[in-house]
T-cell receptor, first 114, second 119 residues
Framework: AQSVTQLDSHVSVSEGTPVLLRCNYSSSYSPSLFWYVQHPNKGLQLLLK??????LVKGINGFEAEFKKSETSFHLTKPSAHMSDAAEYFCVVSDRNAGNMLTFGGGTRLMVKP | GAGVSQSPSNKVTEKGKDVELRCDPISGHTALYWYRQSLGQGLEFLIY????????KSGLPSDRFSAERTGGSVSTLTIQRTQQEDSAVYLC?????????????????FGPGTRLTVL
């Protein structure tokens, strides 16, 4: 079975400061990992994904994430937060042996202060 | 190109009524998924369709829930005798490839969701 734990339900940063959203996963297989973002009253948008290629993955809007197998982590970072980054972020693992069914973390709400 | 679309965007119904939610996947995507997003449960997988294979219904919470996919494209999620705990946002996603052992183009693209409120 696979699972995802997002260690912080809420993160608050000031505009222009770095963002770190933490994610740990558990999977019996080589996982595919994703970060999705959901803005208020909007659908889920893919930020980036890891599929066993480069361990440092770059996504849209300046976000990136590093896959660390030894730590079973896939933390999301951004060097400088922007007001428009305020949203809910989901770390997701895909089970390739179950039709790529997604298992979602509980989500982290990012707040950006001016 | 066009993304995943869902209708209606909002649905308010009375307890005990049946509802149908529709999903139009991205053209050419063979895999289609339904998820539910609710306050108490977060995001949960419901059901998965891949091509003409039998669907994976392992996530459906009760036999009041069913789904079909006609012609390998449009899907309808039906909830019979709705209950207040069915209130949630129902999300549909599609991907180009859903199976294992294939080139990994498994990214799922989500629709905007249908917000269901059961009074």
């Amino acid at each position: 079975a696979q699972s995802v734990t997002q260690l912080d339900s809420h993160v608050s940063v000031s505009e222009g400061t770095p963002v770190l959203l933490r994610c740990n996963y558990s999977s019996s297989y080589s996982p595919s990992l994703f970060w999705y973002v959901q803005h208020p009253n909007k659908g889920l948008q893919l930020l980036l994904k890891y599929t066993s290629a480069a361990t440092l993955v770059k996504g849209i809007n300046g976000f990136e994430a590093e896959f660390k197998k030894s730590e079973t982590s896939f933390h999301l970072t951004k060097p400088s937060a922007h007001m428009s980054d305020a949203a809910e972020y989901f770390c997701v693992v895909s089970d390739r042996n179950a039709g790529n069914m997604l298992t979602f973390g509980g989500g982290t709400r990012l707040m950006v202060k001016p | 190109g066009a993304g995943v679309s869902q209708s209606p965007s909002n649905k308010v119904t009375e307890k005990g009524k049946d509802v149908e939610l529709r999903c139009d996947p991205i053209s050419g995507h063979t895999a289609l998924y339904w998820y539910r997003q609710s306050l108490g449960q977060g995001l949960e997988f419901l059901i998965y369709f891949q091509g003409n294979s039998a669907p994976d219904k392992s996530g459906l919470p009760s036999d009041r829930f069913s789904a079909e996919r006609t012609g390998g494209s449009v899907s309808t999620l039906t909830i019979q005798r709705t209950q207040q705990e069915d209130s949630a946002v129902y999300l549909c996603a599609s991907s180009l490839v859903g199976g294992s052992g294939r080139a990994m183009t498994d990214t799922q693209y989500f629709g905007p969701g249908t917000r269901l409120t059961v009074l």
